[in-house]
């Protein structure tokens, strides 16, 4: 462990920079229908044909989506210690961890343990055993109800009746979820995201982390928090970083709606986060529609990168995202295809995004050039709708300045560095000039 500016953390993280993808979508397998009789064929293969092309955007880290046996999208598991037969088996997910770790990539794995799958075997043993037996203790049945299923009624995630919620309270589901965490962590992967986390009561995390670093103290262990008072969560859950969702939102809306403020104010409450922990920054994820469909205005793309590649936090890229893909999440059955997309079998097989992955590329470069933008917080220098600059500082007195102009005029300003790091100004004596629909990271 390190410490930066009074904010502990694992040592390692303070470099990486995750590419995120979601397997059963990127391989082309999410809707093959999933369940243990499944024969295992190996499409985790497809994933490390990709391996180079996160190198070469300058990216460290990979961040699975689900990769456990499930019956469908799965977030419906039903087996922690099985490799989703739909994406290969045990052998094919070891040669695609050695394949990433000779890259020297690190990888994180999707957690999904607020809730299990309807063909989870503790599940169905406490329904065959009833309501006295050992099985039905990890679980929150309603004996005497059915629901629409024709099942014993029982809590369920956000009412989907597929997605049984486990017993919190339960120590033998404290020691089922320590066990599943440090088997895989075994297994050489580095830490875990822990799927609707806010969904779990933090009481339970406290009691299942310390259990796992005391075994694996390096691992990374990043929570999923839509809402809420993030500092708190990651106090008395024992979590190293929560999603920042505040920030993900506050990007794209100040861009499609031309209102800086918006940004300028989350990047105040963001500022506030890092005093205490270092949250996980992003544009783009599985379950939120893609930020270049969300900004709309193509020549705002790379203001988005700029803000979430300079400011405090462990970046993430979702795959695609880096080559401008577009897609709309929707609330319905099969609303997510758009944004969890099959990829072609290498990279030389795409035909766009060229240019977005080069702003983006060169965006990755400054960040890995400068680590300790980090933890660095932002400070305004010029705030209007359309026109943001704000500052950045380094413990040993670096300093970065990001210009964003959304206007249809150019923005001057003054008394910024003068060497363009990323992006495009004009450099004059004492000044800088972006043009209209631009941006620039400056640097000393």
Not at 31 to 42: F, I, K, M, Q
Not at 44 to 67: K, M, R, T, Y
Not at 154 to 180: I, M, N, R, T
Request: charged share 20%.
């Amino acid at each position: 462990m390190i410490e930066r500016e009074g904010v502990r953390m694992t040592g390692w993280v303070e470099h990486v920079l995750w590419w995120h993808i979601y397997p059963l979508g990127f391989v082309g397998a999410a809707h093959v229908p999933g369940s243990a009789e499944v024969e295992p064929e190996n499409r985790l293969g497809h994933i490390e044909a990709w391996l180079d092309h996160a190198i070469e955007l300058g990216l460290n880290g990979i961040l699975l989506g689900p990769v456990f046996e499930s019956g469908t999208h799965g977030y419906d598991t039903s087996n922690y210690l099985r490799i989703d037969p739909r994406l290969g088996d045990d052998g094919d997910f070891d040669h695609l961890l050695h394949a990433a770790k000779q890259r020297g990539l690190r990888v994180l794995l999707d957690g999904v343990f607020n809730h299990v799958g309807t063909e989870f075997p503790l599940f169905r043993q406490a329904i065959a055993e009833g309501p006295d037996s050992p099985a039905a203790r990890a679980f929150r049945f309603h004996w005497g109800s059915t629901n629409d299923l024709g099942l014993p009624a029982y809590d369920c995630f956000e009412g989907h009746q597929s997605l049984v919620e486990l017993d919190h309270d339960a120590e033998e589901v404290v020691d089922l979820v320590a066990d599943v965490m440090t088997h895989w962590l075994e297994r050489g992967i580095d830490g875990w995201r822990l799927d609707a986390a806010y969904a779990v009561p933090q009481h339970f995390w406290a009691r299942v982390l310390p259990r796992v670093r005391e075994r694996f103290p390096e691992c990374y262990i990043l929570g999923e928090v839509i809402h809420g008072d993030y500092p708190a969560f990651v106090a008395e859950s024992g979590v190293d970083a929560v999603t920042q969702y505040e920030l993900w939102k506050a990007i794209w809306s100040s861009l499609a709606s031309a209102n800086f403020w918006e940004l300028s104010h989350a990047l105040g409450r963001h500022a506030t986060f890092l005093e205490s922990f270092v949250p996980q920054t992003f544009v783009g994820n599985h379950d939120v529609t893609r930020i270049a469909t969300q900004i709309e205005d193509p020549r705002h793309l790379g203001h988005a990168y700029a803000v979430l590649l300079t400011v405090g936090g462990t970046p993430s890229i979702y795959y695609g995202d880096e080559m401008g893909y577009t897609g709309t999440k929707e609330q319905r059955v099969g609303g997510d295809d758009q944004v969890r997309p099959v990829m072609p079998a290498t990279p030389a097989e795409l035909g766009l995004g060229h240019d977005t992955y080069a702003m983006v590329k060169s965006l990755v470069a400054v960040r890995r050039r400068h680590p300790w933008l980090h933890t660095a917080r932002a400070t305004d220098l010029t705030l209007t709708n359309e026109v943001y600059a704000y500052d950045l500082r380094g413990p040993d007195g670096e300093r970065i300045v990001v210009c964003l102009n959304i206007s249809a005029e150019p923005a001057t300003f003054d008394d910024v560095p003068a060497t363009v790091l990323a992006g495009d100004a004009a450099l004059a004596t004492s000044s800088v000039m972006v043009a209209p629909h631009s941006w620039a990271v400056l640097g000393d």
